[in-house]
């Protein structure tokens, strides 16, 4: 299934950047799809994920300022992100499972996209 994210770039923090990753040819009719993130040295961690029911679900660290939504006309979900701190500086990764549940655990999925670069300066 090929995932394409897209919107990566460097900003201040407080900034904002929204993410969009196309998504093509998966045909389940329960999904999670997922942001995931991974900063050098860490391991990868769930963002942000929303399932075919259209439930959302966020990480602590995220909750109140980043946004999921999905576009099934255009089979892409978006990441808008809001009030971007350094700490947010990652790779970013879009990704789609089958089921859902465990929408923001990482091992739980099977399709991955090649990742967009978000850096945040103070």
């Known amino acids: 299934v090929p995932l394409v994210e897209s919107g990566g770039a460097s900003v201040q923090a407080g900034g904002s950047l929204k993410l969009s990753c196309a998504a093509s040819?998966?045909?389940?009719?329960?999904?999670?799809m997922g942001w995931f993130r991974q900063a050098p040295g860490k391991e990868r961690e769930g963002v942000a994920s929303?399932?075919?029911?259209?439930?959302?679900g966020y990480a602590d660290s995220v909750s109140g300022r980043f946004s999921i939504s999905f576009d099934n006309a255009k089979n892409t979900v978006y990441l808008q992100m809001n009030s971007l701190q350094p700490l947010d500086t990652a790779m970013y990764y879009c990704?789609?499972?089958?089921?859902?549940?465990?929408?923001?655990?990482?091992?739980?999925?099977?399709?991955w996209g090649q990742g967009t670069q978000v850096t945040v300066s103070a």
């Open positions: 929303v399932d075919n029911d259209g439930r959302t």
């Open positions: 990704a789609v499972k089958p089921g859902n549940s465990d929408c923001l655990v990482p091992w739980k999925y099977n399709y």
């Open positions: 040819g998966y045909s389940d009719s329960t999904y999670c």
